[in-house]
């Protein structure tokens, strides 16, 4: 059995709700930047979301499992800077082909600080997420 509120209560309560919502929102919605955004774009904004969060997601889990496969001549390649399995985890990864470099180097440079982790997990996930910094989006 389910008790319904009276209809006063409840259209007092959604006129509460909603004159809070359009307080707070207009009180974001000035001249000046924000990090909430007119009421009327968030639909939009969370279906944009979600599709980006979507392809970003489904990209990630291309690079570990790439990097997963051959974490060993990535660690092998990092030593000298550049390679062929470099070069495709990259490629997979988004990483433009101006900030390879960088991202060779910071892997070389830093080689302990990604291939020596306690475990092959470990080392994968953090081999990855230089790959998914490096990336274009």
């Not at 509120?5 to 000035?30: D, F, H, K, Q, Y």
């Not at 600080?113 to 990336?135: L, N």
Request: proline share 5%; aromatic share 6%; charged share 20%.
């Amino acid at each position: 059995m389910t008790t319904r509120l009276p209809p006063p209560v409840t259209r007092i309560a959604t006129v509460t709700v909603l004159s809070a919502m359009l307080a707070l929102n207009a009180s974001c919605a000035g001249r000046q930047a924000n990090h909430i955004g007119a009421l009327w774009t968030w639909p939009g904004a969370i279906v944009s979301s979600g599709i980006s969060n979507a392809v970003y997601d489904a990209r990630r889990a291309r690079v570990k499992a790439y990097v997963t496969d051959n974490v060993d001549a990535i660690a092998s390649q990092a030593t000298e800077g550049t390679g062929a399995t470099l070069d495709e985890a990259a490629r997979i990864a988004g990483v433009p082909s101006n900030r390879r470099p960088d991202l060779y180097r910071q892997l070389r440079d830093s080689h302990a600080d990604f291939f020596a982790k306690p475990t092959r997990e470990e080392v994968v996930e953090a081999v990855t997420i230089a790959f998914m910094v490096y990336s274009s989006g």
